[in-house]
């Protein structure tokens, strides 16, 4: 663990208590840093904010934007999670504000000492635009102290922390609409219709005007590109460089945000191409476990998506891969204890990989019982002691495609072993 996060851990609550009302008085301790930020692109959702946060991003950059972005979790370094006109914040800087805000409260968990860190520091750091990413649902989220956001953003909405946003779509999308707020138009995802439902309702209660994908504008895979459509234009855009069928959509709406913000489609296109997010379906070539794969002739991937609608997305892009190239193929599988281990293998179920299930440092689940969870969805598993363990005999016995999946704790162990493939 790096020493900003055992810093935090050993200082902070880590719980999670949905409330702003702790956030909100260290915000005005701190001299309320939240209402001095550059213009806020606020992203909320259940799927697809990083990868949308990552594209809008590049995008803002490529047209000469100094670019704040606040994301989370972090992989490897704490340090991920803000980042500062383009610049990963650095350990000093960070270290000073975090003493800052220890003099004003002793109360604030983890997630909002880090958000108002995030917020000190992009207030006094010149910039033309940040992209703030919610934490965990969205009205009581710690970002949510945010009050004038240029715009609003919402990914996809799906089933996941159900014991703090529901148990239903509809409800689970009302969170996620808390963002929404008077006069700053919102920019939707395609959404299910009791998931619509609700953001348009939200939306109607604060009078924020909606621009949905699906209705007002989309974007569709042609050609070996990309095309974008809304009801202005039609933009003939390169392929994005994340893989998998769905980051087809997540480039949608992040151009549909690029053009509300006027960038020029030449840095539309130069975005799309230049996105770094890592742990979405990322190639691994270089480190100790790349370089067995590739010793074996075999593809190693790494995915942190841990939901269902995650593993549904994972399942289209592996069954766009073996359909383009067939090879034998692996999942290598440790989740939170609290995830939904059943709707993610059932939605994987249909790769008839083998499944080798394994644990990682913090709340894992218990590789057996994952494996059971595993082979009552029909895919053959077995629990082992280790990543490594569970590559050698994926390799062993002839898988030519091996994907490292269901939890971003255990991404960042994997990328964290291996400073060629760390996130930047």
Same mark, same amino acid.
């Given at each position: 663990?790096?020493?900003?996060?055992?810093?935090?851990?050993?200082?902070?609550?880590?719980?999670?208590?949905?409330?702003?009302?702790?956030?909100?008085?260290?915000?005005?301790?701190?001299?309320?840093?939240?209402?001095?930020?550059?213009?806020?692109?606020?992203?909320?959702?259940?799927?697809?904010?990083?990868?949308?946060?990552?594209?809008?991003?590049?995008?803002?950059?490529?047209?000469?934007?100094?670019?704040?972005?606040?994301?989370?979790?972090?992989?490897?370094?704490?340090? !991920?999670?803000?980042?500062?006109?383009?610049?990963?914040?650095?350990?000093?800087?960070?270290?000073?504000?975090?003493?800052?805000?220890?003099?004003?409260?002793?109360?604030?968990?983890?997630?909002?000492?880090?958000?108002?860190?995030?917020?000190?520091?992009?207030?006094?750091?010149?910039?033309?635009?940040?992209?703030?990413?919610?934490?965990?649902?969205?009205?009581?989220?710690?970002?949510?102290?945010?009050?004038?956001?240029?715009?609003?953003?919402?990914?996809?909405?799906?089933?996941?922390?159900?014991?703090?946003?529901?148990?239903?779509?509809?409800?689970?999308?009302?969170?996620?609409?808390?963002?929404?707020?008077?006069?700053?138009?919102?920019?939707?995802?395609?959404?299910?219709?009791?998931?619509?439902?609700?953001?348009?309702?939200?939306?109607?209660?604060?009078?924020?005007?909606?621009?949905?994908?699906?209705?007002?504008?989309?974007?569709?895979?042609?050609?070996?590109?990309?095309?974008?459509?809304?009801?202005?234009?039609?933009?003939?855009?390169?392929?994005?460089?994340?893989?998998?069928?769905?980051?087809?959509?997540?480039?949608?709406?992040?151009?549909?945000?690029?053009?509300?913000?006027?960038?020029?489609?030449?840095?539309?296109?130069?975005?799309?191409?230049?996105?770094?997010?890592?742990?979405?379906?990322?190639?691994?070539?270089?480190?100790?476990?790349?370089?067995?794969?590739?010793?074996?002739?075999?593809?190693?991937?790494?995915?942190?998506?841990?939901?269902?609608?995650?593993?549904?997305?994972?399942?289209?892009?592996? !069954?766009?891969?073996?359909?383009?190239?067939?090879?034998?193929?692996?999942?290598?599988?440790?989740?939170?204890?609290?995830?939904?281990?059943?709707?993610?293998?059932?939605?994987?179920?249909?790769?008839?990989?083998?499944?080798?299930?394994?644990?990682?440092?913090?709340?894992?689940?218990?590789?057996?019982?994952?494996?059971?969870?595993?082979?009552?969805?029909?895919?053959?598993?077995?629990?082992?002691?280790?990543?490594? !363990?569970?590559?050698?005999?994926?390799?062993?016995?002839?898988?030519?495609?091996?994907?490292?999946?269901?939890?971003?704790?255990?991404?960042?162990?994997?990328?964290?072993?291996?400073?060629?493939?760390?996130?930047?």
């Amino acid at each position: 663990m790096d020493p900003i996060s055992q810093r935090l851990r050993a200082r902070h609550p880590q719980r999670i208590d949905l409330s702003l009302g702790r956030m909100r008085a260290l915000c005005a301790a701190l001299g309320d840093p939240q209402d001095r930020l550059p213009p806020v692109i606020h992203v909320a959702g259940t799927n697809g904010k990083g990868s949308t946060v990552a594209f809008l991003r590049a995008m803002a950059e490529a047209s000469g934007l100094r670019v704040h972005a606040y994301t989370s979790p972090h992989l490897v370094r704490f340090n !991920e999670r803000i980042r500062l006109a383009g610049t990963l914040i650095q350990d000093d800087a960070l270290t000073a504000i975090l003493d800052r805000i220890e003099a004003v409260s002793g109360e604030a968990t983890v997630f909002e000492s880090t958000t108002a860190a995030a917020f000190v520091a992009m207030s006094e750091t010149p910039a033309d635009l940040a992209i703030v990413e919610v934490g965990l649902g969205g009205v009581l989220d710690a970002t949510n102290v945010i009050a004038r956001p240029l715009l609003s953003v919402i990914t996809p909405v799906d089933l996941d922390h159900a014991e703090f946003l529901g148990t239903d779509l509809a409800t689970i999308a009302g969170e996620k609409a808390g963002i929404l707020k008077p006069g700053a138009r919102g920019l939707i995802a395609r959404q299910s219709e009791p998931a619509m439902a609700a953001i348009e309702a939200a939306a109607a209660r604060v009078l924020a005007p909606l621009t949905v994908m699906g209705t007002d504008f989309d974007a569709w895979a042609e050609r070996g590109g990309l095309a974008f459509q809304d009801q202005e234009r039609f933009l003939d855009l390169p392929a994005p460089v994340l893989p998998g069928p769905h980051q087809v959509a997540n480039a949608g709406l992040a151009i549909a945000v690029a053009l509300e913000l006027d960038l020029p489609e030449a840095a539309i296109a130069k975005g799309l191409t230049r996105a770094v997010w890592p742990a979405r379906m990322q190639r691994v070539k270089d480190g100790p476990y790349g370089r067995a794969a590739r010793a074996a002739d075999a593809e190693l991937w790494l995915d942190g998506g841990h939901n269902p609608h995650a593993a549904q997305a994972l399942a289209r892009t592996l !069954e766009e891969r073996q359909t383009r190239a067939p090879r034998p193929l692996a999942l290598i599988v440790g989740m939170l204890a609290n995830k939904d281990a059943g709707g993610f293998f059932e939605a994987l179920k249909t790769t008839q990989a083998q499944v080798f299930t394994v644990g990682f440092d913090g709340a894992a689940a218990e590789p057996a019982a994952l494996a059971a969870v595993a082979r009552g969805h029909g895919l053959g598993a077995v629990a082992v002691g280790s990543v490594q !363990e569970a590559l050698d005999r994926a390799l062993a016995l002839g898988a030519g495609r091996v994907v490292i999946c269901g939890s971003l704790y255990l991404a960042g162990e994997v990328l964290g072993a291996d400073a060629v493939t760390r996130p930047v």
